[in-house]
């Protein structure tokens, strides 16, 4: 199995977290360490979603919990059967207390180290650019995605609150990660329309994360087909966070019917309590999708991986 679309700071084990967590006098259980990490069943958007990572934030600040953060997560995947993992994460967010974007990306790359010297599982990062953060702060990450590039670093992304962010607003970024030869994948068509994701095509984006709603655009689903632009689908998030009300509207079947590459991750194991095996039951027992089926997103999957380094 492979997953392309996998945030680090929403699938930290919350047994870790408690466990580092205990001292600060936080949290009184870790039950409850598990409730604040998770989506609750009233979650309305994807900008109250995102609210989850607050927490998962304040540990990832120093490099001995980033290298155990991204090594615990090669070792859940690994047990589950995940062959290869593309882990994302925003090297800004971790330099609340004075690591360097560097050093959080080298902790980082360390821990993905281990993970496959003890795991058999392969693994890669991808370094977030985030919606609404500073352009000089989004341009550090891209130098510093470029300066790492081939050494456990794959890729560039965009996240973070795309109905409130453009994606517009990023042209200076791409056309940065452009120049240095960094193939980028950009969140759209989640909390925005198919608008977003012709700008990601326009930008230059190798892939496109989520890109569900690309299905409101027909002259942009046969783009992606023909061009076979690759989306990063994620079934159980996208419910959560309202991109759908109805789970009878969600269009995975439709695009994989008109030829779209779709691909089937999990975004956020802890957040949205998923992994690999849990997507793929999701879509077959709620959206119908063959044996058939997910053999060929498996199939986009692998023809999609950045995987290089």
């Known amino acids: 199995m492979i997953d392309l679309h996998l945030h680090l700071d929403g699938s930290l084990r919350p047994e870790t977290a408690w466990e580092l967590f205990y001292d600060k006098g936080i949290f009184d259980s870790l039950e409850n360490v598990r409730k604040s990490f998770s989506v609750s069943d009233e979650c309305t958007d994807l900008n109250e979603y995102l609210k989850c990572f607050d927490y998962p934030l304040m540990l990832l600040q120093k490099e001995d919990n980033i290298v155990r953060a991204v090594k615990e997560l090669g070792e859940d995947l690994a047990k589950e059967g995940t062959d290869y993992a593309e882990i994302r994460f925003a090297p800004m967010f971790s330099t609340k207390e004075g690591l360097s974007m560097e050093a959080v990306t080298e902790a980082a790359m360390e821990g993905a180290k281990q993970a496959e010297r003890e795991n058999g599982i392969r693994l890669n990062l991808i370094l977030c650019c985030m919606r609404g953060a500073s352009i000089k702060d989004n341009l550090h990450t891209v130098e510093c995605a470029g300066k790492y590039l081939n050494n456990k670093v794959c890729a560039l992304d965009l996240a973070g609150a795309e109905g409130l962010y453009a994606t517009s607003l990023y042209e200076e970024v791409f056309k940065k990660a452009g120049r240095l030869g960094i193939p980028f994948t950009i969140h759209a068509g989640e909390a925005a329309g198919p608008e977003s994701i012709w700008t990601a095509i326009k930008f230059g984006a190798s892939r496109i994360g989520h890109g569900i709603r690309s299905i409101e655009d027909e002259r942009l ?41 779709a691909t089937l991750n999990t975004d956020n194991r802890t957040v949205s ?11 077959k027992d709620k959206l119908g999708l063959t044996d058939r089926d997910i053999e060929l997103m498996e199939n986009y999957s692998e023809k999609a991986a950045f995987n290089i380094g």
């Open 221 to 261: 689903v046969e783009y992606l087909a023909k061009h076979e632009i690759p989306i990063e689908v994620c079934p159980i998030s996208n419910m959560q966070t309202k991109v759908y009300d109805d789970i009878k509207k969600y269009p995975l079947k439709r695009l994989l019917d008109n030829g779209v590459h």
């Open 273 to 283: 309590n998923t992994c690999l095996l849990k997507e793929r039951s999701f879509v």
